[in-house]
């Protein structure tokens, strides 16, 4: 294991209690907590019905499943295998719970991206949320989604885009630049609103 995913293990491993607390900071008492799948009408991006109309009956792996919210989501639409994969055992502790707590049906397994435990052609369906551009080796991710996924298979993958660092969501201002120094030279100021 290089030191960039050793590091990367070590430090969701730190982290997962907090940041699955925060996660699920807005559960009320005895409702379950939130488990969204990419695959339905509300999904970031909204819905892809010319990619993919249904989960149901389909082999779905999560690749960087943390918590296995999306896994979990998945197996609730009727998947019919679902595997989440992550490098951190604490956060597939707390996939394990949260999949004993809606009832299903769902494996989590403790693994790299850029190196798969699956044989090829397994999947029909591969998800992965804003981890992609946490990965050292691209490609090597990219080449094993593909090896593992069947012929007519579909992958779907999302990142923050960098945008996303430069607002405030709650004030609805830009706060920096994601270039940084350049930001003056192109009239930019604190606080400036977006458009």
Known sequence: ?????????RLWNAWSDDFQALWNA??????????????????PGGPQPDVLDSVAGLEYVELGCGG??????TADLGADTVV???????????????????????RFLQGDVTNLPFPDDSFDVASSEVVYQMIEHLG????????????????????PHPIREMVD??????ER?????????HGFSRGMKPT
């Open 1 to 9: 294991m290089t030191d960039h995913r050793r590091e990367n293990r």
């Open 68 to 73: 296995g919210q999306a896994s979990v989501g």
């Open 169 to 174: 969501l709650e004030a609805e201002t830009f």
């Open 26 to 43: 807005d559960t009320a008492d005895g409702d379950l907590p939130p488990a969204p799948s990419p695959f339905v009408d509300d999904a």
């Open 140 to 159: 090597e991710a990219f080449r094993e989604v593909r090896r593992i996924l069947r012929d007519d298979g579909v992958f779907v993958v999302s990142v």
């Open 84 to 106: 989440g994969v992550d490098l951190s055992g604490e956060q597939l502790r707390h996939a394990r719970r949260l999949r004993d707590f809606y009832g299903v049906d769902a």
């Open 177 to 185: 630049s994601y270039i940084g120094s350049e930001a003056k030279a």
